[in-house]
């Protein structure tokens, strides 16, 4: 009997742990996936995502974007070639059915869907592709806020969280990862690049539902690859925060949520010192 009451016991202190989280993700996710190695860069990268990946900022400079950064740097490992499919305004259901509905901004040219187009990649530099950077996620949840009166819709913000990790953990990331492999051993590294909180100054509430976008990203990515800190890059939860007038475009005329060069260039920081490359 006393068993029983005291896995009761457990068991309530167990959910009522998960609904004050404001990381409350099922541990399938979080915990039945074992790290990946570091495989290290090779001949090709590969840049996919959406307008943070693709590196649009609103003066319409396109070519200094964190993934032309992070090239830089994998040049002197070797890396000659790079190739940047990442589309703006794609969510994690659109890189899958080829609805982008910026493809005219696309750097490098394909039919179909960012993910098929990465996969075929992939596949026809079979083993010489590392690393592969990410980010996906912002545009699943960004049409549930009104940054006018900073007010959200909690409820569909969450469901589109859930859906979010299904889209990664069951299609995605599987996808990648299989691609990425050669007789059972991985021969790429997959990067998942987190996200700032260009609303936090005018927002300050909006930081626990970015903190909440990135924990269930953490959570997807585990067992596939790795997760570089942007939000950790750009100040934190710190309110105000500073740097996120020099690092977005937030604070100019433009009023836009995109980072500048410099921003990108600390993305790119955090993405070496997160692999060690």
């Known amino acids: 009997m006393a068993r029983r009451v005291s896995r009761r016991v457990v068991g309530w202190l167990a959910a009522l742990l998960c609904i004050l989280s404001l990381f409350c993700i099922p541990s399938t996710l979080a915990g039945a996936r074992m790290a990946v190695p570091i495989i290290g860069p090779k001949e090709h990268y590969l840049a996919l995502g959406d307008s943070m990946a693709f590196g649009y900022q609103p003066n319409l400079d396109f070519d200094h974007g964190y993934a032309e950064y992070f090239y830089q740097n994998l040049r002197q490992y070797g890396t000659s070639s790079y190739v940047n499919m990442s589309c703006p305004g794609e969510t994690s259901k659109t890189i899958q059915t080829g609805e982008c509905p910026y493809p005219f901004l696309r750097k490098y040219p394909y039919l179909g869907s960012q993910l098929e187009a990465a996969l075929t990649y992939i596949n026809e530099h079979k083993g010489k592709v590392s690393p ?21 819709d909690v409820p569909r913000f969450r469901q589109a969280l859930q859906q979010m990790d299904m889209q990664l953990t069951q299609v995605i990331f599987p996808k990648l990862r299989e691609a990425l492999t050669v007789n059972g ?16 100054n005018e927002c300050p509430n909006t930081v626990q539902f970015i ?67």
């Open 132 to 152: 592969v950077t990410f980010n996906i996620g912002s545009n699943d949840i960004l049409s549930f806020f009104d940054v006018k009166t900073c007010k959200g």
């Open 185 to 200: 051993e991985p021969t790429g590294d997959i990067i998942l690049v987190n996200y700032y909180n260009p609303f936090q």
């Open 211 to 277: 903190q909440e976008l990135n924990g269930h990203l953490a959570a997807d990515i585990r067992g596939y690859g790795s997760l570089v800190d942007t939000f950790a890059a750009f100040g934190g939860a710190e309110t105000p925060n500073l740097r996120i007038c020099a690092y977005t475009w937030i604070c100019s005329d433009f009023h836009d949520i995109h980072a500048t060069p410099e921003g990108h260039q600390v993305i790119a920081r955090a993405i070496s010192r997160t692999v060690g490359y």
